[in-house]
């Protein structure tokens, strides 16, 4: 493929279609302990710090993500992070939300039937 056709090929390329970053190139919080309010408090804070605040990962954990080696957790969770900013969950469309707080660390969102 010549470096035209590649370019072409990239720029038309879907958001879902393009290659997802290294999850060990993301930001990731890990909170441990916290209530869901002083979750929602911290990353709050800490999205004002920052020019993309999309680009965080928080969450917090659980039985099953304690038990976890922590790379796997993170490319756990990046993986998540990635699925959900291209398929947002009904709050980010305007429909009733969820119990608030951070996604849980290491295990699976499961969607509403």
């Keep these: 493929?010549?470096?035209?056709?590649?370019?072409?090929?990239?720029?038309?390329?879907?958001?879902?279609?393009?290659?997802?970053?290294?999850?060990?190139?993301?930001?990731?919080?890990?909170?441990?302990?916290?209530?869901?309010?002083e979750i929602n408090r911290v990353m709050k804070v800490v999205k004002q710090q920052f020019d993309a605040p999309r680009d965080l990962v928080f969450a917090k954990t659980t039985d099953t993500s304690l038990t976890m080696v922590l790379k796997d957790l993170i490319e756990?969770?990046?993986?998540?992070?990635?699925?959900?900013?291209?398929?947002?969950?009904?709050?980010?469309?305007?429909?009733?939300?969820?119990?608030?707080?951070?996604t849980d660390a290491g295990e699976e969102s499961v969607a509403p039937n």
């Design 1 to 37: 493929m010549d470096c035209h056709r590649a370019f072409w090929y990239i720029e038309r390329m879907s958001e879902q279609e393009k290659p997802t970053p290294d999850p060990l190139d993301h930001k990731v919080i890990i909170m441990h302990g916290f209530t869901f309010e």
């Design 76 to 102: 756990d969770m990046c993986e998540d992070h990635e699925y959900l900013k291209r398929n947002p969950p009904a709050i980010a469309k305007g429909r009733s939300p969820s119990p608030p707080g951070a």
